[in-house]
């Protein structure tokens, strides 16, 4: 900060802050020392040897001036204006008030990580992924990188939608005007406006992605079958519970002579399809060699059964329900969330009953799903999802649904809210 903007801060704090020195320290002293603090991340012990102060004082005068920065957040908070048609900021171009039904683009909102001393048995929760101890502050501005609103207070181990939820729920929290929206951060989803913005977008400008979605046609899988088949007879490749090291690229290979348009790769194409279609043939082999009642349809190459037999076999659905929503897999994520559906609408008796125990867990792996948006799900899986959730919805009393919904994080119950309210 340069001398003319902390005479500006001392005058802001003195007149509309009501701050006032003592006989000890002038305002100005009180504000840098305050300012050194939080720029330079130093505790009481550090600043005390350096004014010749006890840490005690410099505790209070340091709450002091924070107490009268509060103060002015009207006037340090900028209210946020839609981007206007005359704006010639090249990275909000896109996002002026052109955008049909909406106004235009209020400004842009991410969290950040500030470091914080915390308590030993707080540092858990504190804790991020990279193992810093730190506070999840959300932060956002408008065009200009001035600040419109902060939340600081949440967790270091708190998720950025957690975050944003609280602060958009809260009485004096983010207040968005209808017809207006924020960019958000990287761990939120934008709103479908900016996608069909980005689309119109000259190559330079749209975002980098990476390209590595793939929908596998009918020919495709058969190609894989036959190679895996054929991967299966090369006792060179062979181990003693599958395939050797490197089998993945040799699959490469074999699949780029059969298709040599397909393009596919061994990660994360390949891969993926393989562990999909072997967990099927394991749920196959499972009905057919471990179960009675089940039989094989060579004609419609499908397993055979009755209702009864598949109702009891589908008391397995609890142990795959722990592993679900998958994330990490967007191509194998759409599969297996759409047979969870199919599952799910089959034996509808049973897995949306009252006395059900898996209730929960299922409408929290809806609610992730539907959270995650067309990353997990394709659009009529999505359709899908809301049918059973309403269904859901009109099955269980009152009182099971209220446990139900408790069980939800914050951003899983707005996200049903949405979609149940519509």
Request: charged content about 25%.
């Amino acid at each position: 900060m340069d001398r003319g903007s902390l005479v500006k801060l001392c005058y802001l704090l003195m007149a509309d802050g009501k701050l006032k020195g003592n006989r000890n320290m002038s305002i100005s002293e009180l504000v840098i020392s305050f300012l050194h603090i939080i720029t330079h991340n130093v505790n009481n012990r550090i600043l005390k040897h350096q004014t010749a102060r006890s840490g005690e004082t410099v505790s209070r005068q340091f709450h002091l001036v924070l107490n009268y920065v509060l103060r002015l957040h009207n006037i340090l908070l900028k209210k946020p204006e839609p981007i206007p048609e005359n704006y010639t900021d090249e990275r909000w171009k896109w996002f002026k008030g052109c955008l049909g039904a909406l106004d235009g683009c209020l400004g842009a909102l991410d969290g950040t990580y500030i470091n914080v001393n915390a308590p030993i048995d707080d540092k858990p929760r504190y804790q991020t992924k990279k193992g810093e101890i730190a506070t999840n502050v959300l932060g956002v501005c408008i065009s200009n990188m001035q600040f419109s609103y902060i939340l600081p207070g949440w967790e270091g181990s708190t998720a950025d939608g957690r975050v944003l939820w609280d602060a958009i729920s809260r009485r004096n929290g983010l207040k968005i005007p209808q017809g207006i929206f924020s960019m958000e951060g990287k761990s939120q989803k934008m709103p479908k406006v900016v996608e069909q913005v980005e689309s119109s977008m000259p190559p330079k400008f749209k975002r980098k992605t990476q390209n590595t979605k793939h929908l596998w046609a009918k020919q495709e899988d058969a190609v894989l079958v036959d190679c895996l088949v054929e991967l299966s007879k090369d006792s060179a490749r062979k181990s003693e519970n599958g395939f050797r090291t490197g089998y993945l690229l040799h699959l490469e290979k074999l699949m780029a002579a059969k298709l040599p348009s397909s393009c596919l790769k061994a990660t994360p194409h390949i891969e993926s399809r393989y562990k999909l279609r072997k967990r099927q043939f394991h749920a196959i082999t499972e009905m057919l060699n471990h179960s009675s009642g089940f039989g094989w349809n060579d004609v419609e190459k499908c397993i055979i059964t009755t209702e009864d037999v598949f109702d009891d076999w589908v008391k397995v659905v609890p142990a795959w329900l722990g592993c679900l929503p998958i994330k990490n897999d967007l191509i194998e994520a759409k599969i297996v969330h759409e047979q969870l559906c199919s599952m799910v609408e089959r034996s509808d008796r049973d897995l949306l009953g009252p006395n059900n125990q898996q209730i929960p867990k299922l409408v929290a792996v809806f609610a992730e799903v539907l959270c995650g948006g067309k990353d997990l799900a394709l659009e009529q899986t999505i359709s899908r999802i809301i049918s059973l959730l309403r269904k859901i919805q009109q099955t269980l009393p009152p009182a099971v649904l209220a446990s139900t919904w408790s069980t939800l994080q914050p951003q899983q119950q707005l996200a049903l809210q949405s979609v149940l309210s519509s």
